[in-house]
């Protein structure tokens, strides 16, 4: 019941605190520095997402070490292409649409983080009614690459520990 009434304690009394400080103490203040911190919380309450699960938290750890590889080695992909193919012009730059079998958003957002740190890709757009990635790459060669990359390394893990 306690937890309704006040659904994020601290924050509401922090935001008491803060607006005690800014205005003054006066019995008047507090009743409205706390009348707006219940509100605020309230609003706060209503935005979050339902509690994750995670139903694979091992593949949580061989996502990370795969996803950190794929860093290093796309840096190391991008400095070279820049370094020396950069120079001729033989880069190819493109967009590629990737259909995705993630719904929920929590392991949607996972993932454009990941694409978006990996060097030489960049998540630019998700379609919800489709659920299509629209994907930028920095030098592509095979389309079908990507695709199997996306869904076979990162979203099968995703999947796992998520759904």
Known sequence: ??????PHPLLTVGL???????????LGH?????AIALVAGWALGALEPDRLRLRAPMAMFHLMRIVSYDIIRS??????LIATRGRRGTRKSAFVQIPLRIQDPVPLAVLAMIVTATPGSAWL??????NILLLHVFDLVDEAHWRNLIRDRYESLLLEIFE
């Open 16 to 26: 008491v605190g803060m607006w005690l400080l800014l205005n003054g103490f006066s």
């Open 75 to 80: 840096n190391i992909a991008v400095a070279w």
């Open 30 to 34: 507090a009743v409205l520095g706390t």
């Open 125 to 130: 757009e998700h379609d919800t009614d489709d």
């Open 1 to 6: 019941m306690m937890r309704r009434l006040v």
